[in-house]
């Protein structure tokens, strides 16, 4: 008997066997799904985080065409699946010995589309799947998308920008994450002050913490709140009370 693909149709039905309407209505909170908020009109079905990468685990061999369907899902949380499955697509063939450098060119392809065309339309949706996908893919290319990326109107290009730099930082390379910060430095959308906060706390913990004062010394007076708090989130009590007084 010939066993046939996986498709969309069976990870939709997957994770509906597992989902929960109570859950539902708290990650329709959690992620504001509320009219004005930033995930209006985002559709969950009540399956949390652990559960669906693991339904994502059973499709690991899901084609690319069927990833693509489930992205362009109304469930947030058949989207995601989709993004879980690609992230292990894309690392499989970055590995030594199954690399598919075509492969990869045309996963990154389709994570773009998507971005672009709104379907990685939440933080976690972006925050899962920037640094896996276009991190490995640009960390030895040039990077003038992320550029693009972070002077687009729409909120989820910009965060995807600076989280794919996260790859980047894990390498040792803080200057694309400094470049992007700079760029959406006074960009006082709550999800981008927060990216940039991130990424900038990350420099100082994971490569230099000299770097990341040398940028705050420079750069704070002009940061937004949020995006300060998470910066010196590890850095001494005067020290952030001092980075705090310069604003």
Known sequence: MIETAPTAADVRQALAEV????????????????????????????????????????????????????????????????????????????????????????MVRLYLDAVRRGRVNNWDLVDVSAENVLGPWLLDRPRDLLFELAAADSLWERRVALLTTFAFIKAGDPSTTFQLCEQLLTDRRDLIQKAVGWMLREVGKRIDRALLTGFLDEHAPRMGRTALGYATEHLEASERSAYRAAR
Request: hydrophobic share 45%.
């Open 19 to 106: 989902a929960d309407p109570a859950d539902a209505i708290h990650l329709q909170r959690f992620f504001k799904t509320g009219p004005g908020e930033y995930g209006e009109g985002d559709v969950f079905i009540g399956v949390r985080v652990p559960t669906t990468r693991a339904v994502a685990k059973r499709f690991a061999a899901l084609d690319l065409t069927e990833i693509d369907d489930l992205l362009d899902s109304a469930v947030h949380e058949e989207r995601l699946a989709g993004l879980v499955i690609l992230n292990a697509r894309f690392a499989k063939a970055a590995k030594p010995r199954t690399l598919d450098v075509a492969g990869q060119e045309k």
